[in-house]
């Protein structure tokens, strides 16, 4: 994606389809490193004790295993980048309604709830489609909203054809208090 696209959204609040899309590729990713991960431990396992180790899925011990897996994955990557890498790919980042960094107590909090999203048929995501924020249960738990944020480099500010500033700024962008409610400066588009 170019500077310019990108910089139309940015701050701006991502949708549902982006977030969708993001948490099916975390849930692949995650998926996947889990199930890496108890292949090497039977392995190891067998190694040592020379003994065939397989994992039974039918007590809970693995469900149990995979819940925590799951709850570590997200919150340590939204405790610590504000992102999961799905949503890197889409450009998407968790940041505080007020576009401030997601602390890690709220990312913890933010995890937590977030099982509780998908209870009575997934009822906890509406927000995303009725809100204006589009926030999810666990987003209005966590104090937390969702916002495109690409790491593009952009040309610089005044360039032609790009704004000094965002025309509907969103959480994670500010206007400086000099210029709000002043007219945007940037050149106008040649037709």
Same mark, same amino acid.
């Given at each position: 994606m170019t500077a310019e696209p990108a910089l139309r959204y940015q701050g701006h609040y991502a949708g549902a389809?982006?977030? #969708? *899309?993001s948490f099916v590729i975390d849930?692949?990713?995650?998926a996947g490193i889990f199930s890496v991960a #108890? *292949?090497?431990?039977?392995?190891g396992a067998q190694v040592i004790t020379g003994n065939l180790v397989s994992w039974n899925h039918s007590t809970g011990v693995v469900a149990g295993l995979f819940a925590a897996w799951e709850l570590a994955y997200f919150g340590f990557s939204w405790a610590t980048n504000g992102?999961?890498?799905g949503m890197a790919v889409f450009g998407i980042r968790v940041v505080?309604?007020?576009?401030?960094v997601l602390e890690p107590r709220h990312a913890t909090i933010r995890a937590l709830v977030f099982p509780f999203s998908f209870?009575?048929?997934?009822?906890g995501f509406l927000g995303i489609l009725v809100q204006r924020e589009h926030r999810a249960l666990h987003d209005l738990a966590a104090g937390s909203a969702v916002i495109y944020a690409w790491t593009v480099r952009a040309p610089a500010s005044g360039a032609a054809g790009?704004?000094?500033?965002?025309?509907?700024?969103?959480?994670?962008?500010?206007?400086?208090p000099e210029r709000r409610g002043q007219?945007?400066?940037?050149?106008a588009a040649d037709a």
């Open positions: 389809v982006s977030r #969708l *899309a849930i692949v990713v995650s #108890l *292949a090497a431990i039977s392995y992102r999961t890498l505080r309604t007020d576009g401030a209870l009575f048929c997934g009822l790009v704004p000094d500033r965002p025309t509907e700024p969103g959480p994670g962008t500010t206007t400086p007219p945007s400066t940037a050149p």
